[in-house]
């Protein structure tokens, strides 16, 4: 039976239409067409008709591109200042790298929400503050707190950024996700700009290498810099303005990556105990620990944030084994941190990591609860949310500590 006859036999059947449109997505909209005179005084004909005729709105030049252009300026303007101003670019980049982007990102959620001024104001006052305290703190670029606090000053300015993101609702767990996704979405949609931007750069540089006009030095300068700086802020455009472009990615992505750094992680400490390892004496490898915990959490707060109602009770378990294998990484770590201060007491870094330590402990607790008690007593994935989204001002908190605190604790 052809597929015009097939959508005329199921036009009262909603899941039939819907498998024969994904089985063959330009076979069924011809067929519709042909079929469409005998079966148009149904509502489901009418419903299909305006879905297939649909067209998804081409980009527009509206007020979010001339406001995209505008803080892209100011990106440009703040990664070109070494130049401008002849500063050392080993001391510039490294205090103000978050500069470049997230006050860029805060103002326009602060413009696309309709902030109240006073907040608008204090916000721009922090961002402010935090700049000229970073650019005054007197220290060695070796020094571990100052190189604590440019590490954690971006994490405050990105919590900061989040709640411009959240200030039509800072309360809801479901808005706080919805950043969270959106953060996803950034760094997928980031991350291809630049894949497609060193295709394109390399294509140009060796197209003028064979004419043997090296311009290597000068597009590094004028076009390489300016395009990192507002890659992001393009990104950012493009997931608001055209969010169907990563909507089918990144869930794809979480349930790719998921079981496969499930697998990695299981593998690797089964390893780490056959070959005997030792966090408690190995600084190194106590470091990589840390980093292999932070990147798990990201894994599945990333993969929470594309959890639905439908989500399948297989995948949740798969999430909530995985949230139990990162507490066993994090408490290993955090004995081992424990040990080494009692060994030879607090420094900047020990400290940093078990105050790191310990929040990431008590949140993966929280959540992988939630999670066994979703997927085992059909609970709502509103509890998992909450669970995600209330633990998130502890991180920025303890961000503001180290950046802000430490250098006067340690000195």
Sequence with gaps: MDIKSLIIQNIENPEGLEKLYRNNKTGFSKAFTDAFAEIKETAAAAFWEHRLRYEQPAFKINADFYFLLIVSVFAILIAKLPAILNIEEEIFYPRNISFIVLPALTAWYAWKRKMPVKNIVLIAAVFLASAIYINLIPSRHD????????????????????????????????????????NGNLLIMTGLLIIAGVIFSGLTVGMFSLINIQIDEFYGYYIAIPGLSVMPLLANWLVNNSP??????????????????????????????????????????????????????????????????????????????????????NSVALSAIIFRISEWGFTPNRTAVLGGNVLILFHLVMVSIQIFRTASFNRQVNDIEKAVASFLPAYGIWAAIVAFVFPLIFR
């Design 244 to 329: 169907q472009l990563v909507d089918r990615i990144a869930p794809v992505i979480a349930r790719i990556f998921t079981p496969l750094v499930l697998i990695t992680l299981a593998i690797y400490l089964v390893t780490v105990m056959v070959t005997g390892k030792n966090p408690y004496q190995d600084r190194e490898f106590l470091l990589l620990f840390n980093v292999m915990l932070i990147a798990v959490m990201a894994i599945i707060v990333f993969s929470l944030t594309e959890i639905t109602p439908d989500s399948s009770k297989g995948f949740l378990v798969m999430l909530g084994i995985l949230a139990v294998l990162a507490i066993a990484v």
């Design 143 to 182: 020094s571990d707190v100052f190189i604590l606090a440019c590490l954690h000053l971006p994490l405050f300015l990105w919590s900061v950024m989040g709640y411009s993101y959240v200030s039509d609702h800072p309360g809801s767990s479901r808005k706080r996700m919805r950043f969270l996704q959106f």
